[in-house]
């Protein structure tokens, strides 16, 4: 399985709310990243399965770029890769977990649907909330985590980690059941 988070590369982007798919990753496995042309990789073990972790380095709006070199580099096809994003229509604390949909407003998704010529991608969004009124979106999603944002997102973070357990020993289905109705909360 091909764990891949969507994010932009460098420090000025590190924290903000649209990198929560790098975020994730580093929660799984922080240290020891190697680096190929278009993406950073890593390897880690959950529940008795290696898993491969994967960052393009594309930038958010480009991600679909680097998708056909991660496929090749790791010879896996779009069966087994997940995609891990934000997600400004859910509240944060909430995760969702889809076996394929339209790209739901998201450049990188929109980005790898495009690049992959399919729909049937499966992904685990994390809500980062709505953006306060009169704000404009980019500056939302370019903009970091409170602290008591971030303590939500740990959470979040350790229910995403639990899904995709989930999805490896029981499969999407339930995962989805299972998840996709909880919250949780500081």
């Known amino acids: 399985m091909v764990v891949v988070g969507l994010g932009n590369p460098g420090p000025r982007y590190a924290f903000t709310r649209h990198n929560v798919g790098f975020l994730f990753l580093d929660y799984l496995k922080s240290k020891g990243w190697k680096s190929e042309k278009f993406f950073e990789w890593n390897k880690t073990e959950l529940d008795g399965h290696e898993i491969v972790l994967v960052k393009p380095l ?5 991600s679909g770029v680097a998708m056909p070199y ?16 934000d997600d400004v229509s859910l509240k944060l604390g909430k995760i969702r977990i889809r076996k394929k949909g339209s790209d739901g407003g998201h450049n990188g998704m929109k980005s ?22 009169g704000m404009n979106l980019v500056d939302f999603v370019l903009g970091e985590f409170s602290e008591e944002e971030f303590k939500v997102l740990q959470k979040v973070f350790e229910l995403s980690r639990n899904a995709l357990v989930t999805i490896l020993n029981e499969g999407i289905d339930k995962a989805m059941s299972v998840y996709n109705s909880l919250e949780v909360r500081v």
């Open 58 to 62: 594309t930038y958010m709006n480009l």
């Open 70 to 85: 991660i496929m090749r580099f790791f010879r896996v096809n779009v069966d087994d890769i997940i995609v891990v994003y």
């Open 112 to 133: 790898i649907i495009q690049a992959l010529g399919t729909q049937e991608i499966k992904r685990i969004r994390i809500g980062i909330g709505e953006k306060p009124e």
